[in-house]
Nanobody, 123 residues
Framework: VQLVESGGGSVQAGGSLRLSCAAS????????MGWFRQAPGKDRNFVAT????????YYSDSVKGRFTISRDNAKKMVYLQMNSLKPEDTAVYYC?????????????????WGQGTQVTVSS
């Protein structure tokens, strides 16, 4: 399985970005997907997750109400719509494939990772 993120960039505080993650492989629709982020010198942290069907989502408290995760199983795509961006959202964002179909929040529960896309929010 290969994952390729896109859509990152630089934006001012209060702006929006939409990240995309394209997946290869025939079993995409069987597994949960997640978005994580890592700021320089910090750990990789959970952002959002969506189950195999798209019917269940879960967010970190820091992004709840501002970010929305979604997926299109027919296109093998997962998205992260980010609104009301803040400087503290600045990080490299990674998408990942879970070991199972249900939502998960720790890095150890994901088995494949993309290369990441940079998001920079200026004040």
């Amino acid at each position: 399985v290969q994952l390729v993120e896109s859509g990152g960039g630089s934006v001012q505080a209060g702006g929006s970005l939409r990240l995309s993650c394209a997946a290869s492989g025939s079993t995409f629709s069987m597994y949960a997907m997640g978005w994580f982020r890592q700021a320089p010198g910090k750990d990789r942290n959970f952002v959002a997750t969506i189950d195999y069907s798209g019917g269940n989502t879960y967010y970190s408290d820091s992004v709840k109400g501002r970010f929305t995760i979604s997926r299109d199983n027919a296109k093998k795509m997962v998205y992260l719509q980010m609104n009301s961006l803040k400087p503290e959202d600045t990080a490299v964002y990674y998408c990942a494939v879970g070991w199972s179909g249900t939502v998960r929040v720790t890095t150890g529960e994901y088995r494949y990772w993309g290369q990441g896309t940079q998001v920079t929010v200026s004040s």
